[in-house]
């Protein structure tokens, strides 16, 4: 079955540390996303990428950082930059970039600080 | 950026009910998207609606859009305990791709 599989599902840093999240699509989509969510509320986009090689910064890309090396795999790492990492994650894709097309959804991550 | 807010924040109701959810927004869009993510997980679409469409089915969903008052509704009918979720909409800004979204209204469906 295709989808988006974002590992791990619980993960914690340290004060000083940067974490790396995992997304991995195979859906074959060109564009992927990144989001922040914190409770109760809405998605806030982080980072974005068009196209593979190629990624731009979302509303809240301080603190964050990405790469876009391979079609399938989007990671986000949270550096120590980023004061208030506490929260859930969450990684999608779509076909390409464009708001007529649907966003398909991992299960998230949820970060914490030790 | 938040672009779409939804409308009530949390929707209490008895199974077999109808389930009508809002959203507005604040400027002209070219489309408009909704979505569910059940607690815990990511979010699942369910339904996207073009500023030049006025509605749209999809088995117990049905979607509006009156772009003249910049809302839309998302109906559920005849509601089943598994329908208890979140449910967001996104919008786009008729001037670019990016998409945003509101901050969701908790629907609880009690058996």
């Known amino acids: 079955d295709g989808g988006i599989t974002q590992s791990p599902k619980y993960l914690f840093r340290k004060e000083g540390q940067n974490v790396t999240l995992s997304c991995e699509q195979n859906l074959n989509h060109d564009a992927m996303y990144w989001y922040r969510q914190d409770p109760g509320q809405g998605l806030r986009l982080i980072y974005y990428?068009?196209?593979?090689?190629?990624?731009q910064k979302g509303d809240i890309a301080e603190g964050y950082s990405v790469s876009r090396e391979k079609k399938e795999s989007f990671p986000l790492t949270v550096t120590s930059a980023q004061k208030n990492p506490t929260a859930f994650y969450l990684c999608a894709s779509s076909i390409v970039w464009q708001a007529n097309q649907p966003q398909h959804f991992g299960d998230g991550t949820r970060l914490s600080i030790l | 950026s938040q672009q779409g807010e939804e409308d009530p924040q949390a929707l209490s109701i008895q199974e077999g009910e109808n389930a009508t959810m809002n959203c507005s927004y604040k400027t002209s869009i070219n489309n408009l998207q909704w979505y569910r993510q059940n607690s815990g997980r990511g979010l699942v679409h369910l339904i996207l609606i073009r500023s030049n469409e006025r509605e749209k089915h999809s088995g117990r969903l049905r979607v509006t859009l009156d772009t003249s008052k910049k809302s839309s509704s998302l109906l559920i009918t005849a509601s089943r305990a598994a329908d208890t979720a979140s449910y967001f909409c996104a919008t786009d800004a008729s001037n670019n791709n990016d998409m945003r979204f509101g901050a969701g209204t908790r629907l609880t469906v009690k058996p």
């Open positions: 990428s068009q196209i593979v090689n190629d990624f």
